[in-house]
């Protein structure tokens, strides 16, 4: 995945460009030029084309927002960089809640900025469980 803005929730790096993915799990967070080392013959590169994208543990308890079905984020409460790093450490020993080498490749990617957009103008256009696309909206 590259080419987006994401948020990490990481408050090391919270913000970066890309991301690589292997076996489920993130092996690389950073920039495009640091993730496409990790591009090899059988790679599948998906192009976020700026789309945001944030953490997807959606399901779990305590979770800032949750997917409105067919293709909506429902905020939680408002949605701040507090709340989601507040999160991550809630969810540390679980693999979940945050995007950084190691956990599982869980993500949102939305058509917009949930720090700046009502809940109600965001649309999801994918989802993404422990590095496979499960939903996809056109």
Same mark, same amino acid.
């Given at each position: !995945?590259?080419?987006?803005? /994401? ?9 970066? =460009? ?46 800032? !927002?949750?997917?409105?079905? +067919? ?7 408002? /949605?701040?960089? =507090?709340?989601?790093?507040? !999160?991550?450490? =809630? ?16 993500? /949102?990617?939305?058509?917009?900025? +949930? ?24």
């Amino acid at each position: !995945y590259r080419n987006g803005r /994401i948020f990490t929730a990481n408050v090391e790096e919270p913000w970066v =460009e890309a991301v690589a993915v292997a076996r489920g799990k993130f092996v690389c967070v950073g920039s495009n030029a640091e993730v496409q080392g990790f591009v090899g013959m059988q790679t599948v590169a998906r192009d976020l084309d700026g789309s945001f994208v944030l953490p997807g543990a959606v399901r779990a308890e305590g979770a800032p !927002y949750h997917l409105e079905p +067919p293709d909506r984020v429902l905020l939680v409460e408002p /949605i701040s960089e =507090e709340r989601f790093f507040a !999160y991550a450490q =809630e969810r540390n020993g679980d693999g979940t809640g945050s995007i950084e080498a190691g956990k599982w490749a869980d993500l /949102i990617v939305l058509d917009g900025d +949930p720090f700046t957009t009502a809940s109600a103008n965001l649309r999801v256009l994918a989802t993404v469980q422990r590095g496979r696309t499960v939903a996809a909206f056109e």
